[in-house]
């Protein structure tokens, strides 16, 4: 028997196969990310203890760290912050440099920014603070973290 004679005769199993291994795959990638965007992943890191058990006290608890501190414009561009950042931390963690005070850099402050005024634009959209471009975290800073982080970073124990 020749391949080609193989081939028609197995083409539909070969193509169902291909499509088995292709639907599992995109459902593990899928519940990869829905995994790595959850809490309890960044939470998993020792660094992030702190910025965890406040954020979980908080009155945000119900929104993930994604939705505040990676950009929401669309996909591609949160997917581009999600693996920068990712690289960062994990680089960090695994070096255990982390600082005692873990402090947002000026990308992430603009993050927060652009996210508190997304999901509270109807409450800005009247106010000086909408008018004027001023950054949310000038006073409320602590809201979801507290304002001593000195229990972040690597605890060397």
């Given at each position: ?49 702190q910025a965890f058990s406040t ?73 000086q603070m909408a008018a004027a ?17 000195s229990k972040g970073g690597i605890?060397?124990?």
């Amino acid at each position: 028997m020749d391949t080609g004679q193989l081939f028609n005769r197995h083409a539909l199993k070969l193509v169902l196969l291909g499509l088995v291994i292709a639907v599992a795959g995109m459902m593990a990638m899928g519940a990869g990310y829905a995994y790595a965007e959850s809490p309890e992943f960044c939470g998993t890191c020792h660094s992030m203890d702190q910025a965890f058990s406040t954020w979980k006290d908080s009155n945000h608890k119900q929104i993930a760290c994604t939705e505040c501190h990676l950009p929401n414009k669309n996909l591609a561009v949160k997917l581009v912050a999600k693996a920068q950042t990712g690289i960062n931390d994990v680089y960090h963690e695994v070096l255990r440099d982390y600082p005692a005070t873990i402090k947002v850099t000026t990308q992430g402050k603009t993050y927060l920014a652009q996210n508190c005024a997304r999901c509270h634009e109807s409450s800005l959209e009247k106010t000086q603070m909408a008018a004027a471009g001023q950054d949310c975290a000038k006073c409320h800073r602590g809201l979801v973290h507290g304002r001593n982080m000195s229990k972040g970073g690597i605890k060397f124990e």
